[in-house]
């Protein structure tokens, strides 16, 4: 049996899963959409950032159209015990977007840590990969056993959890 705040707080990703309006006052707009005070929004939303329901909300832009294009996941071979402090440094330096832990697929692949890096050209993404090559090399010389990047070809996927509405 769901609460009244679980009923709320799917209404809520489901009305903000395509993204927020694109007004001044997006959250008033919202609210009103779901028929709830803003206020109650705002509590709604702080409650759900608190708990880890959701993790951020934030603006995600399209970094094709902003000249974003040579963009390369880097693909470590990084020490099993290590893999989460390492993966915390990699994910704080510039440049990189997201950084998260994978299974290696042995014997043919042996990276366990990605960190997708962006650039509008190739060079510049190898520029900063070569710097996390530095500061892995100068903090965890014994913990990184190697590396690779892969880069885009084409967008395949540009979402999140997409809930699909009660009938």
Not at 5 to 15: F, G, Q
Request: proline share 7%; with cysteine.
């Amino acid at each position: 049996m769901t609460s009244p705040d679980d009923d709320l707080e799917r209404r809520i990703v489901l009305a903000t899963q395509a993204g927020l309006p694109l007004v001044e006052r997006p959250y008033d707009v919202l609210a009103g959409q779901l028929g709830i005070p803003p206020a109650l929004l705002r509590e709604a939303l702080q409650s759900m950032l608190a708990r880890g329901v959701i993790r951020r909300i934030a603006a995600v832009p399209n970094h094709y159209a902003i000249g974003y294009t040579a963009n390369g996941m880097s693909v470590w071979d990084v020490a099993d015990e290590r893999v989460d402090e390492i993966g915390e440094r990699i994910g704080r330096l510039p440049g990189v977007t997201h950084c998260y832990r994978r299974p290696r697929r042995l014997p043919d692949w042996p990276y366990n840590l990605f960190a997708m890096v962006h650039g509008r050209e190739r060079a510049a993404v190898l520029a900063q990969v070569a710097e996390i090559v530095a500061t892995l090399g100068r903090d965890y010389p014994e913990a990184c056993r190697g590396h690779d990047v892969l880069f885009s070809t084409r967008i395949l996927k540009k979402t999140g959890l997409r809930l699909a509405a009660r009938e």
